[in-house]
């Protein structure tokens, strides 16, 4: 057998940084990953167990200082990042030059489109270098991307939000089936570990719970990714979050109008075909659609839809683990891409 | 000052009911309420207490076993009914017979269109009285029929979907400036005691935390409602419920495109405008939206909205709380219109 | 009809604060209260909605920067603290000195016994003058002292948990029938808003959700006020407090021995004649036993119990709403007792 | 390698039944698992997503009508059993006869005195073969009787209120270190799948959201398996479940008092002696305590304890998902040990 994967990860002390740490320390083709904390953070916690009790039981994860000569002295050959995007704006030449493989959580690398960037904010502080290798990075969706990925020294991991959208949208888009003029609609509600760990007032528990609200209307960051990705125009999509009291999940309840009339096998036939030889998304058929509970804990996309007796309008559903699927889980895929693993590896 | 009314509450055993009956009795123009069980259910509760334990430490509310000689003897003028859609059909045209006034909380009445009707299932049994009252029934929401509900004897009370989606649409569309064409959407969120006091696997707490679904898609009995009031074609509306893990609110995330550009201002006078007199609505002025939470245990409906910077692409978000502006509060303030009180009475 | 009162609260920003807000605002026998923010607080919020949301709908409530002199303008003869302990220790002198009655609902005034107090840690900067008045101060739990508190110009309001497990013990402490040296357990339950509105790490969503946890097992700063009203020694009681997923609501199980056998009935005797005449605690009857819903939204202790075939293990149970018998429902009841007036008023 | 083991399931369709399924059918030992409906229940479903809609996406699991015929054709060397209480005493001898090993995941073989039996009221149909295997069925709680288990044919699987308790209670009892005097107290909270996956009024959301309740008080059928297992009387302990609105885990804090001064590390000491060699306990060193979060979806038992300055009085904290080491994982665990597998085979 071949010699495991070296890998680090930097910026495991958030959800999805957790959740990576968990994936990477059971995957059968690394070596145990290093657990680093942003340079500089002496004062910071030196095992995982200090920032998420719950892993008390088992010992955790020791969390060392980042530096780039640990990672090389410890070989690691990909690196992941799971911290703000202005850091990794910044890190992310430094590992190309030093000929390390990155996955990025962040949405540092995602958008192509200047004007999209711009949500983020990094780019007043952008080194030129950052600016040149923006055009390099590939977008980190296996379904729509896969052989892009497998060369990729750079991989953009998408958001949470896109990944639920843009899977469901891109098999009726591709296949042109869609009447854009009348515009697509995505109402996405997300369980609170989207919104990070950091507490805030809009966090607190008795914030949430027995609530629900929409936010971020036509300014979410992720709409940027969406519109990019499906090359829809920014009129054509209306994007709408929703924060619901629940810890994890996503479900996006998609509007299109068709734009000629289709049977519901038809339909099917379009979102099957699409995802042919893909692992990791599901497929219901009509009249059963997905929960956000089917797809908890697990790294699937589930997909399923609902057609008017006009057969023109057309309701499409999806759900996903923002953790998994719209986070780590998704990172573990692309890496499993990248190194030419099954995709399964790891994440069953 | 006059005498007190003298009114019965058929069917208080449900989640409305009860709303209905906590309302009932602490209303200052009315005589302690006579709360009634179905006829011939003798083995059924003799107190609300049996079925709501919550109400044991105050003694609970008396059942007693309908009969008209029973409302006859207590003078009762007005009569609520929360009892299933056949029994409201059976009993109303007697009720009408008898002089006694109705407020109906289930669909029985609700629709004009026969073709609307039908989802209800009850026109096989009906009595050709029951054809014939139905063109008499006033739909109960004051905000749009204040007179007629004035002078009405049989109210047909909303569904609790039907008032968050009409209050939040019927400015834009009486004024005239959606775009039609682009159809609306209204994605709508509800707790859970909108599906009813009955246990089922659906509502199985097990079920239902950590989850949302979206559930009769293009076939929810509300839809007939919503596009009988806002005299929409069905194939401009697309609505879809959704069962959010709280124990009640809803919330309607309302999507259009108006037919030419408007300033956030212009909208926000719109709403204004069209609610200008009346007590129950709320009007959130750009960037604040309602929650879920700002309207539980209230009789408001909250309104809100965020307009495209294209100045077309409209997001409306309406709450209520669904067993009060959504049911019991709401048949409180069409007694209030009916017999020429102030709205707010016996709500505050 | 005498003149209304003239009330100031100070702290309206937390939860209790809110719900105290609320209730003021509705009192019949009250002008409209002053809300104050701390003085020199200038970047303060100047609109109660600000800090609420839920508000806004509603226009919200003014906040005035706080300082006698304004206090003396509005002829203000109540002042409502819930602030920090400190600030509470610090202002009380003075507004004894000026005459102006004070209900306090920090931890600042119910302990007698000066190692109890040490758990606040403010009596390092305390004047000799809160030394003094600390004696005079009068716990604010009606049902054990309304004759000291008609007559209290500085009203200690009860710790929430405390109230829950002083009122479940009381009777039966007081009747001599518990076997002390076998000790007694309060293994409580609380509400997230009991642990305050401040955002952290304990309170965000993910970590409160899908949990449960016990914390200050052997430290909790209500044990103190435990201990006085019931004059147990600190070696005769554990309490235990734990985190719930719910908003608000506490439950505490009471797990004591009787030091001879009782038959129910005699148990039951034993809290109603305690009770008799007080309008704010209900009895159960075994077998029902009282649910944290039965009490949210209202002013009540439910106090249920459970009697094992032994006739000596007996389990009580006891339900507040944290933030009204616990708190601001609590503080308006100590008002009502100060003033003469009947003690439901304004809480109904 | 040897030949992989053949297993049955009657009874996947409740909560801890599904478990079992996902467990079986990843146990790394052993063929596909055949699952099974009860004899004669020919409408019950042929598909095991039939009743839980989230394994649409994967096939699900096929059910076949349970006979014995079946069980001998497929050659199943164990049974597991999820059935209810009398399905399983009415089976079992005809298992035994059969030379078919048995896992019990039902109440009817947990108990050895027969007063104890009576709260299942499976004796009266009871025949005289069952009454005689009681005697030889061995209470599934590895951590206390490995050797008993591996040579077992008739295993009782503990019940999962029981589990937390006993493994909590065992180092101290066996140790002799308990005023039992006193009494022993053990407040237990669950999680809503424990109640089952019948919808009834006391598991529909509306009423366990937001809610807490104690039920079952001194009369819970799991107190029999604590006293016999820790062979207390029934006077010197009480044990109270309680509901809370979370979807799974048990919490359960309990109260003894020491019959003699401890320091915490001798109490430590006490519990990893006592569990030195297994593999499924986790020991938290104060101030450390386990939340129901941390032993979520996995087999552990986590228990930390917390001791008075008085050295006395001590409370344990015990924590298990009961699901899993509650009931599914735990049955594994006890599979594992009867076929001499590593106990942690399938449950990593």
């Not at 004062?43 to 010992?59: C, D, H, K, R, T």
């Not at 990909?78 to 703000?84: D, I, R, V, Y």
């Not at 977008?139 to 750079?154: C, D, K, T, V």
């Not at 003029?181 to 609170?192: E, F, R």
Request: with cysteine; aromatic share 8%; proline share 5%.
């Amino acid at each position: 057998m071949t010699a495991k994967l070296r890998t680090a990860l930097l910026g495991a002390t958030g959800y999805s940084g957790l959740e990576l740490t968990r994936l990477l320390a059971c995957h059968p083709r690394l070596e145990k990953p290093l657990l680093l904390r942003r340079e500089g953070d002496a004062s910071g916690p030196s095992n995982l167990a200090e920032v998420f009790p719950a892993l008390a039981g088992n010992g955790g994860y020791p969390l060392e200082s980042f530096s780039w000569d640990k990672l090389r002295g410890h070989g690691v050959d990909l690196l992941f990042l799971a911290t703000p995007h202005a850091v990794s704006r910044a890190l992310v030449p430094e590992a190309m030059a030093r000929g390390v493989r990155v996955i990025d959580l962040s949405g540092a690398w995602r958008l192509k489109i200047e004007q999209n960037r711009a949500v983020y904010g990094f780019e007043d502080q952008d080194s030129q270098l950052a600016g040149q290798l923006t055009g390099q990075a590939v977008y980190g969706l296996p379904e729509l991307a896969r052989a892009q990925i497998a060369n990729a020294s750079l991989v953009a991991n998408p958001g949470c939000y896109a990944t639920s959208v843009i899977l469901a949208l891109a098999p009726l888009i591709r296949a042109g089936v869609i009447d854009r003029q009348k515009g697509v609609v995505s109402d996405s509600k997300s369980g609170v570990s989207g919104a990070g760990k950091e507490p805030s007032a809009r966090t607190h528990f008795v914030s949430v719970a027995d609530n629900l609200s929409a936010y971020s209307v036509f300014d979410h960051r992720h709409t940027g990714e969406i519109l990019e990705q499906l090359q829809l125009h920014s009129q054509e999509l209306i994007f709408t979050p929703h924060l619901v009291p629940i810890p994890r999940g996503i479900l996006s309840t998609i509007y299109v109008h068709l734009s000629r009339p289709m049977s519901p096998a038809q339909v099917e036939s379009c979102f099957r075909e699409f995802f042919a030889g893909t692992c990791w998304v599901r497929i219901f058929s009509p009249p059963q659609l997905p929960q956000i509970q089917f797809s908890l804990h697990t790294n699937y996309c589930d997909i399923g839809f609902c057609l008017a007796d006009d057969h023109q309008r057309l309701v499409v559903v999806s759900c996903i683990d923002n953790l998994l699927k719209g986070a780590a889980g998704q990172a573990i895929q692309n890496m499993n891409v990248m190194y030419g693993w099954n995709e399964k590896e790891g994440l069953t």
